[in-house]
């Protein structure tokens, strides 16, 4: 079902698989995949999280091949519900799994953004 003329639905994609689609020898797999699913349906998105921590360090070649990708995407700005969804989801992993009370806080702020 396609959404109507008011409504988009988006794909959240992560900095893996912006790093893949920067990747000489991934990239036309990667576009061509994603060119299915979005087709009529999806529109392509990324979290400002993901945003910065793909020119996090970057040389400027680098940075610059990014930005000018990204700036195609739909950016999900960080909203107050997010950032305490993920400090909660936080609390929730170390309270009940120990074992992804490692998860950075970065993932967990991309996790809530989904």
């Not at 794909?11 to 060119?35: R, W």
């Not at 609390?91 to 799994?97: F, R, T, V």
């Amino acid at each position: 079902m396609s959404p109507s003329n008011k409504e988009q639905e988006y794909l959240l994609l992560d900095s893996c698989m912006i790093e893949y689609l920067l990747n000489d020898y991934m990239h036309d797999a990667i576009s061509q995949q994603l060119d299915l699913w979005y087709s009529d349906i999806f529109k392509p998105a990324i979290s400002e999280v993901s945003y910065s921590e793909l020119i996090d360090g970057a040389k400027p070649e680098k940075e610059a091949r990014v930005i000018k990708l990204l700036d195609n995407f739909y950016g999900f700005q960080l909203q107050k519900r997010v950032v305490k969804g993920a400090g909660i989801l936080g609390s929730l992993y170390k309270e009940y799994s120990p074992d992804l009370g490692n998860i950075c806080l970065a993932d967990k702020l991309i996790a809530m953004t989904s």
